[in-house]
């Protein structure tokens, strides 16, 4: 979505909701470096985690079938508690139907509870009585294990932390590094969680496995090492045995490795490139290799392959590799080796974005099971969930809030604070809609869209989800969040943890940690528009156009290092060549971005004021440029595709938008014989769908709103329209013929895929989806 040159205003996206709009040592050198100590002064295990003031006691009563378990916890502080969750082992042989006073899940023979409403709260002194918990037991009774009430031992003794780990010896050491390995610590209460490695008394590495490689050492330099255990609760364990080692003296070595020779590539994806050379040769010892991509040093191995991760689809690198001795000599360089990574459809493969919207399941009655019955699901690659909002005081990822917009498009604050947690996971949805026929029982910590989200991909594996953040009305707060270095980490931070790891906030008795985990595979930046105007009220500035670039940086940052599989990010960018410019530096977001979602739509329209475009037709989504507009600038999909490929981006990280709706004037001139109402003359926007969206309706709304309308297909322009007759309505829209088309021409210039606003527009057996999945299969 842009701003007509001709108007200031700017063109409405939509208006019900918020809008839319990246070695080896020698064995005898070893043991003269490495002397074992008796002991060594000023470290010691930290005191276990300390019991809370809940405790938790257990009992049963047997009633010959069946028995009861019982757990009555007592708060033994000066002040009330308010909350507690209780996690307890079945014995083996138990199963559990039924529970009371508690909400409680079981997974395998863990069982986890959490309060009702009516026992939340226990007095200073008191108990859960006569409201503790109980099951239902079958099997032979049995006293359950591990059970803990807020984290804490049920019993209230102290945590019992791990045992010392053994002996650390060392692998490798150099002039400035040193690598160790360690027997295991034994679990105390709880599972070992990680290793602390302190030298010389100073935490140097903290590490889940048993060896680390400690860097930032000087030459010739005596250090004492020691290493303890931390379990999954925080505690430490005692040191083990201490050990000192002194690093590589370079005066000894003054001679690099050689080369590595042919570097070259064993497996690519559009995420990672996997390489491999020929060993370099040294006059002692080659302890590392070392990876540059271009001028960055990106990752350090002790073999002769290795995989970098975190790289962009699509994109082209430069990769060489350097060998380092125990002296941190440093060899020349390997052969150059240029790389282009896969892109995110892979080769002869079209990606489908299709846009979803939250609140389509009010007066459009539109529901992810939609996305399944129409067949879309099985077509789609990727769904965009929009909107998600920014918080306006916090400057972070805003959730866990219903608050409805104004619904005045002129308003500065339509959209500030306003969010859907009620559409999001609190509303319960009844079998009818729900993906899989099976209702939310109102109890659950995840429940409306989120939920059917999930049940989405269950049968759909290969479909993923992403939150859109912004959109037209959501997009106000964008410039403050990206400002600074520590706002950008503070609100990506903020994103990743409730977005991709799921820890919605507490809403109506939904939510919680890690609750909404899977949900969404990545993050889509709707910011409309970063250094130029957007919705009344945006904050904007030049400063936006670096800002925006480091901000993507810190969300690519910030999603690779969570691990696992890649996760998406993608941006909504325009089709204006002037707010391109503006906001989006080409030659470095897409460092960052798997790919961009074109506008394709948009170009001309009334909006619901009768602002914008009002008094004459003109194509919203047309290809090329019509021979017939009146307008003196250039709005068309070839225009705006070509002017990322002027600025070198890649095809295949570029997506074309379609319109699953139509934009229509009202009281229209026919004009000449043939013309048929295009670009003639007209009273302002035609009703809408809904009445706050006068001059839109989705695809099927129009259609069936409008049977008498003659359809019209411009085949210069790659245009469809249709006309009511002179005086009549007036739409542009796609249709089966248009899409067709555009999908001939995205192949022609290697595109990579389509993207849809928004799917609830299309007919229940997805008319327009079947289009765009035969032009782009």
């Not at 037991?137 to 984290?151: A, D, E, F, W």
């Not at 060993?279 to 002790?302: C, E, H, P």
């Not at 400002?483 to 980490?489: I, L, M, Y």
Request: glycine share 12%; hydrophobic share 35%.
């Amino acid at each position: 979505m842009f701003t007509n040159r001709v108007s200031p205003h700017p063109h409405p996206h939509r208006t019900r909701r918020p809008h839319r709009t990246l070695r080896h040592r020698i064995a005898a050198f070893l043991a003269a470096l490495v002397l074992p100590l008796a002991g060594l002064t000023g470290l010691s295990a930290s005191p276990a985690q300390a019991a809370g003031t809940l405790t938790a006691t257990f009992t049963t009563e047997n009633n010959g079938s069946w028995w009861r378990g019982i757990y009555t916890i007592r708060n033994s502080g000066t002040t009330a508690v308010n909350g507690w969750t209780l996690q307890f082992d079945l014995p083996a042989g138990v199963t559990v139907t039924g529970h009371y006073h508690g909400d409680a899940t079981v997974s395998g023979n863990r069982v986890t509870v959490k309060n009702a409403h009516y026992n939340a709260t226990i007095p200073a002194g008191g108990t859960t009585n006569p409201w503790s918990y109980w099951f239902i037991g079958n099997g032979p009774v049995g006293t359950p294990t591990g059970c803990t009430v807020n984290g804490d031992k049920c019993d209230g003794t102290p945590d019992v932390p791990p045992t010392a780990p053994g002996a650390p010896t060392v692998t490798t050491v150099t002039a400035r590094t040193m690598t160790l390995g360690w027997p295991a610590s034994a679990q105390g209460d709880y599972p070992v969680a990680s290793y602390d490695v302190f030298v010389s008394g100073a935490l140097k590495a903290n590490t889940t496995t048993t060896s680390a490689t400690v860097d930032g050492l000087m030459p010739n330099t005596e250090y004492v090492v020691t290493v303890r255990g931390k379990d999954t609760r925080g505690n430490n364990g005692p040191f083990g045995p201490p050990l000192t080692v002194r690093t590589y003296n370079p005066a000894n070595d003054p001679v690099p490795p050689t080369a590595p020779g042919n570097l070259r590539t064993t497996a690519k994806t559009a995420s990672t490139v996997s390489l491999a050379w020929n060993a370099s040769t040294d006059n002692v010892s080659v302890a590392a290799y070392d990876i540059y991509r271009g001028q960055i040093l990106v990752k350090t191995v002790t073999t002769t392959s290795a995989t970098v991760t975190g790289l962009s689809p699509a994109t082209a690198y430069t990769f060489t590799v350097k060998a380092r001795d125990l002296a941190e000599n440093s060899s020349p360089a390997s052969n150059s080796l240029p790389v282009t990574t896969d892109d995110v459809a892979g080769p002869g493969n079209y990606y489908k974005v299709g846009y979803f919207i939250q609140w389509g399941l009010y007066g459009r009655q539109y529901f992810v099971k939609n996305l399944d019955t129409s067949g879309a699901a099985a077509k789609l690659d990727v769904v965009n969930y929009a909107f998600e909002n920014i918080d306006p005081v916090n400057l972070t990822c805003q959730a866990g809030v219903t608050k409805g917009i104004s619904g005045n498009p002129q308003d500065p604050d339509e959209g500030t604070g306003a969010g859907d947690a009620d559409a999001d996971y609190g509303r319960p949805f009844s079998a009818a809609q729900s993906v899989d026929g099976v209702a939310d029982d109102g109890w659950g910590k995840l429940r409306g869209n989120f939920n059917q989200i999930k049940k989405l991909k269950a049968k759909h594996p290969h479909l993923k989800f992403v939150v859109s953040l912004g959109g037209w009305t959501f997009s106000k707060f964008f410039s403050d969040a990206a400002a600074t270095p520590a706002s950008r980490e503070k609100f990506v931070r903020s994103c990743v943890d409730i977005w991709i790891k799921g820890n919605l906030p507490v809403y109506n008795g939904a939510g919680g940690p890690g609750t909404g985990a899977g949900v969404f595979d990545g993050i889509d930046i709707d910011w409309e528009w970063p250094g130029a105007e957007g919705h009344a009220g945006n904050r904007w500035g030049p400063q936006d156009k670096n800002n925006l670039t480091a901000l993507l940086a810190e969300f690519r940052r910030q999603l690779d290092a969570l691990g696992g599989e890649h996760k998406l990010l993608t941006a909504f960018t325009p089709a204006d060549p002037a707010k391109i410019a503006a906001g989006w530096d080409l030659t470095k977001i897409f460092d960052y971005l798997d790919y961009a979602n074109v506008q394709g739509y948009d170009f001309h329209g009334a909006g619901s004021d009768n602002s914008w475009e009002p008094n004459r037709t003109g194509h919203q989504a047309n290809l090329h440029r019509d021979a017939q507009d009146p307008y003196p600038f250039d709005f068309s999909i070839e225009k705006a595709v070509q002017t990322y490929l002027d600025a070198g981006v890649h095809p295949r990280k570029l997506t074309v938008g379609f319109p699953f709706y139509g934009r229509g004037w009202k009281d229209v001139a026919a004009g000449a014989p043939g013309v048929n109402g295009e670009w003639q003359t007209a009273n302002g926007a035609a009703p809408g769908q809904f009445p706050e969206e006068a001059g839109i309706r989705g695809y099927q709304n129009m259609i069936t709103s409008y049977p008498n309308m003659t359809v019209y297909h411009d085949t210069q322009s790659i245009s469809t329209y249709g006309y009511t007759g002179p005086g009549g309505t007036w739409w542009s829209f796609d249709d089966a013929w248009s899409i067709g088309k555009k999908a001939e021409w995205i192949k022609s210039k290697g595109l990579l895929g389509g993207m849809i606003w928004e799917m609830s527009g299309d007919t229940p057996t997805g008319t327009l989806m079947n289009a765009l999945h035969a032009g782009l299969p």
